[in-house]
């Protein structure tokens, strides 16, 4: 598990697909699509910037007033000081609910936006990402991009509009004064560059650490039985990862540290450039060249002025890391979906399964199946066997379009599978994996998985039919039980036992089976077995088989070996030929003899 997270650091530590302005584009286009509700954030930021810039001027009026002793204009100009202060308060708080608002909109928006697309994507580009780094796309990856693609644009854009309002104010307030304020821009520069390139290594660190961490969970977590089972090991397990816990938290401390020093370095810098206006300033305002009144809003525009400065400064340390995020969010959307483009909307009749001279592999040049071609005629039980790699779960796939073949056609009732509508095509075969799916929900919740207007009574009568009930009486609520994450409080073969039934609700005309019974207890087996020949009768049944004595009794056996169709025919027949299916179920039945 380990490897997995190192190699995906190193992923994200590469070079990005699209260079900035692409993604900031990007940014900006998901931006505009809510520019309604941009249209009300702005006004209300702009406005409650617009009061907070006069604020200081009015304070100006104050002071003068009450330096020259004018009492009815003192009166006049703190009332206006009070209305602004109320009214900078009630637009700080429709553009903070405002801004909260949009930003989780556009985060719920993008993450259905995603899981839809999910469903549509061919199985390839899902296969062949971890299931980690999708969820991570899909839920802290669309947190940044909600929070900085609204609240951070608008706030950047916010702090640029308030250091320019208060430059200006400055400057018509005392050019003199401004020219000293400005020196101290190149030493800001330089404080914050430093500080910025130190942020970059420090979070890189922490990155690396935290998927460390996590990647320690993972694996622990999996093979937790594994792990208890042996002292030694869970003794040595917790000591690794309080070694890994304790360099996260020194990498995150001294991050934290890093950026923390920005605050007293600007307040340095800002305490520096208060003093040099305080006591030039005040000689100013000695020598009668300039109001205290003017000298207190000067003084009042200069905490303007570097206040947004440092949020600018710690926007764009964090804007890499979002662009990154935005760059994996709509890498993902950008995933080809699939192709449906049939005509047919009803699901096929017969069951009839056709292969013809197919040929496919899951990397270009490095072909699985060779000119494969077989057929299985509607209602026949028909196994594939043959070497592991000789491409037996590939032709399901293939079966049921999850994948397209280079050439070659794949028939249904002798239409080509191309012509059927995915969801006709697949509402007429279901497949029962070594591990089933379960969901969330009850065990009855997941037997109408496939069959959603059945009813709890024709899950009885199924569980009758098929001789299933005292497997699923031994669960403390029956079909009510709540099935765990993964179905980890059922056992295999109750699990099994939900897909068996999935297919007598769904009634299907192809059953796909990937030796659904290889890995239950004898009895169990014998009893999923039976329920198994009950299933496959009237319906085209194909069995992916592992274990050669479950299909000694099919209809007729296909061999693969290299991705060819390499033997053909009933089990005595193939046993008498000494060919690839001989060896196979020689060697099976010399270890089951041991």
Not at 49 to 70: A, E, M, R, T
Not at 349 to 362: I, M
Not at 465 to 470: M, N, R, T, Y
């Amino acid at each position: 598990m380990g490897w997995r997270f190192h190699r995906l650091l190193a992923e994200e530590e590469a070079e990005r697909r699209y260079p900035d302005r692409v993604l900031i584009a990007k940014l900006l286009k998901l931006a505009l699509s809510y520019r309604l509700y941009f249209i009300a954030l702005a006004v209300a930021t702009l406005a409650r910037i617009g009061l907070n810039v006069l604020n200081p001027y009015v304070v100006k009026f104050v002071i003068d007033s009450v330096v020259s002793g004018n009492l009815s204009s003192l009166a006049y100009w703190s009332a206006v000081f009070l209305g602004l202060a109320l009214a900078s308060l009630i637009m700080g708080f429709v553009s903070s609910y405002s801004s909260s608002y949009l930003g989780n909109k556009v985060m719920y928006d993008l993450r259905n936006k995603m899981y839809r697309h999910i469903h549509r994507v061919k199985l390839q580009e899902v296969a062949g990402e971890p299931v980690g780094r999708i969820v991570s796309r899909i839920t802290n990856d669309v947190d940044t991009i909600g929070n900085v693609a609204t609240s951070g644009l608008l706030d950047t854009v916010g702090d640029v509009i308030t250091i320019g309002g208060a430059m200006f104010m400055m400057w018509s307030l005392s050019p003199q004064l401004s020219l000293v304020c400005y020196m101290l821009i190149p030493l800001m520069v330089l404080v914050n560059v430093f500080v910025i390139s130190k942020a970059r290594r420090a979070y890189r660190e922490t990155r690396k650490k935290i998927a460390e961490v996590t990647s320690r969970i993972s694996q622990d977590v999996a093979g937790a039985s594994v792990v208890q089972a042996f002292s030694y090991r869970k003794r040595k397990n917790v000591e690794e990862f309080r070694r890994i816990n304790e360099e996260n938290m020194r990498a995150n401390v001294q991050a934290a540290a890093i950026t923390s020093s920005m605050s007293p370095l600007m307040a340095i810098i800002q305490a520096i450039g208060s003093a040099i206006i305080l006591v030039y300033g005040g000689n100013l305002v000695l020598q009668g060249m300039l109001s205290l009144g003017t000298l207190m809003a000067f003084y009042g525009y200069l905490d303007m002025f570097f206040r947004p400065v440092r949020t600018l400064v710690m926007f764009f340390t964090t804007l890499q890391s979002t662009l990154a995020a935005t760059e994996r969010v709509f890498t993902f959307l950008e995933w080809e979906p699939e192709r449906d483009e049939g005509e047919i909307e009803e699901p096929p009749k017969l069951g009839e399964v056709e292969f013809r001279n197919v040929t496919f592999g899951y990397k270009e040049g490095v072909p699985v199946l060779k000119n494969v071609s077989f057929k299985v005629r509607p209602g026949e039980f028909v196994a594939i066997v043959g070497p592991t790699g000789a491409g037996k779960t590939t032709l399901v796939n293939l079966l049921l379009r999850f994948y397209e073949p280079w050439s070659g056609e794949i028939l249904i009732d002798g239409v080509d599978v191309r012509r059927y509508k995915l969801s006709a095509l697949r509402s007429a075969i279901l497949m029962v994996p070594q591990e089933p799916l379960l969901i969330s929900g009850t065990v009855l919740d997941n037997i109408l998985l496939a069959n959603p207007k059945a009813t709890a009574e024709d899950v009885k009568k199924a569980l009758r039919a098929l001789g299933l009930e005292d497997l699923i009486e031994t669960l403390p609520e029956g079909l009510e039980t709540r099935v765990l994450e993964g179905g980890k409080n059922l056992s295999v073969g109750q699990r099994q036992v939900i897909s068996f039934l999935r297919v007598f609700i769904a009634n299907p005309k192809i059953l796909v089976l990937d030796e659904a019974t290889s890995s239950v207890d004898p009895y169990t087996e014998a009893k999923l077995q039976a329920a198994l020949e009950k299933l496959a009768r009237s319906r085209t049944t194909i069995v992916i088989a592992h274990r050669l004595q479950t299909v000694v009794n099919a209809d007729r056996i296909i061999v693969l070996d290299g991705g060819r169709v390499v033997e053909e025919g009933r089990h005595e027949e193939l046993l008498k030929k000494g060919g690839v299916y001989a060896k196979l179920y020689g060697i099976q039945l010399g270890v089951a003899a041991r």
